[in-house]
């Protein structure tokens, strides 16, 4: 069964960084997601991405963070300027979205660590 | 806007026994999906179950099914003959009938199944 692959699997960065995390969607999905998981909190709603550009956004993605689909398979969240409380678990999402009955598919999710 | 809540932090149940996960959610739409999504400690986000909103039968698959009341904005997940690979995180989550559109989750329950 497809997957939806994320890399790295654990990235630790310093304080003020830039960070470019990794995504690799299931290939015949149109939508394209980032949510993120501070450690034993709820999963929360980052970003939407469908035809190129942002589709949804929620009021945590604010302009520290940005995301792109540089080529045919590769989907990237990027962080600026990393903070302390970026430290969490990102999840990288898609769904085909070809009928509206299409469920979300997550990657493993790639831990973020801020120093 | 959307909200999801689900009051139980932690649940155990006995190996082969039956347990129930509760969740209420709260929206003015009236055309939505609801899910379930399983987190074991591995961290990856997997779904277990979803229920379309228009439709009055619960699902099922296999050991686990759902009591949908939509009058009361209830969804609760039963798991039956519980197994030991079931202790996981679990996530109740709300996604409105359109295409793209965010999955908002509740805090999780924390299963745990005893031998």
């Not at chain 1, 990027?78 to 969490?88: C, G, H, V």
């Not at chain 2, 999801?4 to 347990?19: D, Y």
């Not at chain 2, 099922?60 to 009361?72: D, G, L, P, W």
């Not at chain 2, 209830?74 to 030991?84: E, G, H, T, V, Y």
Request: proline letters at 4%; hydrophobic letters at 30%; charged letters at 20%.
């Amino acid at each position: 069964e497809p997957e939806v692959t994320q890399t790295p699997s654990h990235q630790v960065t310093q304080m003020g960084q830039e960070v470019i995390l990794r995504c690799v969607p299931i290939s015949n999905h149109l939508y394209f997601y980032w949510y993120r998981q501070i450690l034993g909190q709820k999963v929360e709603f980052l970003v939407s991405f469908y035809n190129n550009e942002i589709s949804e956004k929620s009021e945590i993605f604010d302009d520290q963070f940005s995301v792109e689909r540089p080529d045919g398979s590769n989907f990237t969240l990027k962080i600026r300027s990393t903070k302390l409380e970026d430290s969490a678990m990102y999840f990288c999402a898609s769904s085909e979205e070809a009928v509206y009955n299409s469920p979300l598919h997550f990657g493993n999710g790639t831990r973020l660590t801020v120093t | 806007a959307q909200t999801v809540t689900q009051s139980q932090p932690e649940m155990s149940v006995q190996e082969a026994e039956t347990v129930t996960l509760s969740c209420t959610y709260d929206t003015s739409e009236n055309n939505y999906y609801l899910f379930w999504y399983k987190q074991p400690p591995s961290r990856q986000m997997i779904l277990v179950i979803r229920q379309e909103a228009y439709k009055q039968q619960n699902a099922t698959e296999n050991r686990f099914s759902v009591n949908f009341q939509k009058a009361a904005k209830s969804f609760s997940l039963k798991i039956s003959d519980s197994q030991l690979g079931d202790t996981a995180m679990y996530f109740c989550a709300f996604r409105l009938y359109t295409s793209g559109s965010r999955l908002t989750f509740g805090e999780g329950t924390q299963l745990t199944v005893n031998p």
